[in-house]
T-cell receptor, first 115, second 109 residues
Framework: DTEVTQTPKHLVMGMTNKKSLKCEQHMGHRAMYWYKQKAKKPPELMFVYSYEKLSINESVPSRFSPECPNSSLLNLHLHALQPEDSALYLCASSPHRGSGANVLTFGAGSRLTVL | GQNIDQPTEMTATEGAIVQINCTYQ??????LFWYQQHAGEAPTFLSY??LDGLEEKGRFSSFLSRSKGYSYLLLKELQMKDSASYLC??????????WGAGTKLIIKP
């Protein structure tokens, strides 16, 4: 299995809703990432988990809450989002962190629209 | 600050060759990556360079000059399916990926 699976593919939510994005990989990777991508822009790093511990939080607002239940799963809990949070949310995994040839494998993304 | 520059958009003809350039200024260097991203899809890995020189992989090649802070991605025998954005990313001294804004490549018949 060489894939990163993200669900749902599309999500529409109101500003008062609570929802979650899910990500799963079975490649034995020990680093997992959440990125946010707006149209025609590069991915922006949000969070990095290394060996199931949060190692990087790029000053992301608390309305985004990551969770890594085990080495294969990564969730992003969403609450009280703003319309400007509408974007493509990409999950990625890599064998580990801390070395150069650390290729990220991306999931297909979850397209989020906040009304 | 850290900066990666690549052209915003390029146009090429099916069957031709195109070179997409990337220049970078980063805090340290632990390798340069090229990713391809079709509209609305996830980025997919194309190449990794950490030493100077050319890496060839089928129709795609990537070149790196660390002294010049410069890389290019060379695509040969262009096909319509190569229409996509091409993202250059550099891994800095903290092993963080710094992304360029991407180059949108349009292939015309």
């Amino acid at each position: 299995d060489t894939e990163v699976t993200q669900t749902p593919k599309h999500l529409v939510m109101g500003m008062t809703n609570k929802k979650s994005l899910k990500c799963e990989q079975h490649m034995g990777h020990r680093a997992m990432y959440w990125y946010k991508q707006k149209a025609k822009k590069p991915p922006e790093l949000m969070f990095v988990y290394s060996y199931e511990k949060l190692s990087i939080n790029e000053s992301v607002p608390s309305r985004f809450s990551p969770e890594c239940p085990n080495s294969s799963l990564l969730n992003l809990h969403l609450h009280a989002l703003q319309p400007e949070d509408s974007a493509l949310y990409l999950c990625a995994s890599s064998p580990h962190r801390g070395s150069g040839a650390n290729v990220l494998t991306f999931g297909a993304g979850s397209r989020l629209t906040v009304l | 600050g850290q900066n990666i520059d690549q052209p915003t958009e390029m146009t090429a003809t099916e069957g031709a060759i195109v070179q997409i350039n990337c220049t970078y200024q980063t805090s340290g260097f632990n390798g340069l990556f090229w990713y391809q991203q079709h509209a609305g899809e996830a980025p997919t890995f194309l190449s990794y360079n950490v030493l100077d020189g050319l890496e060839e992989k089928g129709r795609f090649s990537s070149f790196l000059s660390r002294s010049k802070g410069y890389s290019y991605l060379l695509l040969k025998e262009l096909q319509m399916k190569d229409s996509a954005s091409y993202l250059c990313a550099v891994m800095d001294s903290n092993y963080q990926l710094i992304w360029g804004a991407g180059t949108k490549l349009i292939i015309k018949p």
